[in-house]
């Protein structure tokens, strides 16, 4: 994926972002956010790909808020 994020007592806060054409394997392929929160604000996700997993854009693990 494009961006990786892990922080179990913090935020990831993207505002005025584009993910374009990323890919990954797994889950993911713009963003995946391993633990914390996720907050995009007016960012914009176009033809992003997740070959053996979930979220083509976003991929979230459990507890992600």
């Known amino acids: 994926p494009c961006l990786c994020w892990s922080g ?5 806060s993207l ?3 584009r ?8 889950g ?6 391993y633990a914390g ?4 604000l007016g ?3 176009e033809h992003n ?4 997993g979930h979220g083509g854009a976003i991929s979230a693990g459990t507890g992600v808020s």
């Open 8 to 12: 179990t007592s913090s935020a990831l």
């Open 15 to 17: 505002r005025q972002s």
């Open 19 to 26: 993910f374009v054409g990323n890919q990954a394997q797994s």
């Open 28 to 33: 993911g392929g713009a963003v995946h956010v």
């Open 37 to 40: 929160r996720l907050q995009a």
């Open 43 to 45: 960012c914009s996700f």
């Open 49 to 52: 790909t997740a070959w053996r």
